[in-house]
C-alpha cells in the first residue's frame, strides 16, 4: 500500500509542478487567427469581427503572439479585448496550446 501511495504522490507532484506564465499577444479568434478579418469582415472593426466570428461561428478566443496561437480557457473575460494587445497570465498546456487563463490585462 505504501508503494501505491508513494507513487500517487509523485504523480500528483509532477502534473502540479507547471509554472504560471506571462504570455503577451493580441486577442483574436481561432477561425481568422493572423489571417486578418479582411475576407469575412463580421463588423466595422476587427473586434467587432471577432466578437460575431465568436457568436456566429463558434469560434474561439485565442491569443495569438505573432508566432503561436494559443487557446484559452476564459471564454468570457477575453470578450472586452477583443483585437487588442493583452497580458495574460496562466498555465500552459503545451499538448493542446492552451493557456489556463489566472488573468487578463490590457498590455503596457
Known amino acids: 500500500m505504501t508503494y501505491l501511495t508513494a507513487s500517487l504522490l509523485v504523480v500528483?507532484?509532477?502534473s502540479a509542478a507547471q509554472d504560471t506564465q506571462t504570455f503577451t499577444g493580441v486577442i483574436a479568434?481561432?477561425?481568422c487567427g493572423r489571417n486578418g478579418?479582411?475576407?469575412m469582415r463580421m463588423g466595422p472593426?476587427?473586434?467587432e469581427c471577432?466578437?460575431?466570428c465568436i457568436i456566429a461561428h463558434g469560434a474561439k478566443y485565442v491569443l495569438d503572439d505573432g508566432t503561436n496561437m494559443y487557446l484559452l480557457s476564459d471564454q468570457?473575460?477575453?470578450e472586452a479585448f477583443a483585437a487588442q494587445k493583452v497580458t495574460v497570465v496562466g498555465t500552459l498546456d503545451a499538448k493542446t496550446k492552451t493557456?489556463?487563463?489566472d488573468s487578463?490585462?490590457?498590455?503596457?
Open 12 to 14: 500528483a507532484a509532477l
Open 29 to 31: 479568434d481561432d477561425q
Open 37 to 39: 478579418h479582411a475576407q
Open 45 to 47: 472593426t476587427d473586434a
Open 50 to 52: 471577432t466578437k460575431i
Open 76 to 78: 468570457k473575460t477575453p
Open 99 to 101: 493557456i489556463r487563463v
Open 104 to 108: 487578463i490585462t490590457a498590455a503596457q
